[in-house]
């Protein structure tokens, strides 16, 4: 999974220079263990999007057990606030217990995970409204295009009708519920969909009324490389994106290519840490990005525990 996923699941961190200056101080202060933990609930997808990092070899499909989850829950402070993600590299919708594992989630964690979804499966209005209601700190929703024939191109196995009237139906779920979970929409730029970028931002702030709208780069790995050398968008085209969307004023994240981060104009940048991430699959094997560090949370009786007392000599 790591070999297939490098670039997606590297260490970011949505800051300004002030904000970044701060989250040091803080991280010198305030240690926490790990800067994001990323747990998978499924280790399958719906969907072949040509930028999705991932190999889809027939590989059985897993999905995480109840036990297994809630276990992974009692590490949710190791990391910071909204930095603890349901879903990295595959599609949570897939598990067929997804919606009872998310009302389950302890009100005292709720506030500080994050979820991940394409929104593309059959979602009943249950399963909506209890997204809406477990009060999460935030759900990420992809849609990079509102053009149907564009949208199914780019999400291949996608009906574009199915997702909009999901994303609607959360958003009116979302704004009946009592909570503050934020909706951050998630845009992948390529050549399909440049010239829509900016109308897409606008109406998505209409439709969907988001807390956020991240527009971002396509993460490569050996998975996309080809189709990314004929779809990826120059450095002049992103100085350009850029500037129009810094002018809609709109609570933006522009994650440019890493060589064009300096020259970025966007409201957030995203930037680095040195702080390591945990990741951990739909069998409950949990590895440290970066290290050859790896334990199975099955035979551990309380990974928190160990996983706090982790030394990775960081300075």
Known sequence: MLNHAKNFIQKRLLASDVFLGIRKAKNLLFRKPFFRIMLDVTNSCNLRCPFCVNHWENSPAVAM?????????????????GEFYISCLYEPTLHRNLEKLLVSIPSKYARRIQMTTNMTTQLSDDFLKALAECDLYQVN????????????????????????????????????????TRLNLITVVCKINYA??????????????????????????????QWLQTQNISDYDWDVLDDRLSKLSYPLHI???????KSSKSIVKFQS???????????GIADIYGTDIRFDLNVLDNPF??????????E
């Open 196 to 225: 829509e970028i900016v109308e897409l931002v606008k109406m998505c702030r209409d439709a969907f009324r988001p807390t956020t709208h991240e527009i971002r780069y396509a993460f490569e790995s050996d998975a996309n490389w």
């Open 65 to 81: 057990s109840d036990a297994l989850f809630h276990k992974s829950l009692t590490l949710v402070p190791l990391t910071w606030k």
């Open 141 to 180: 929703v992809s849609i990079d295009s509102l053009v149907p024939k564009v949208y199914e191109s780019l999400r291949v196995n996608a009906k574009f009708d199915r997702f909009i009237d999901n994303l609607d139906r959360y958003v009116k779920f979302r704004e009946s519920a009592n909570n503050k």
């Open 305 to 314: 525990e160990i996983l706090q007392r982790v030394d990775l000599n960081r």
């Open 273 to 283: 840490t040195l702080d390591p991430i945990l990741t951990i699959n739909s069998q």
């Open 255 to 261: 994650e440019k290519p890493p060589h064009l981060l």
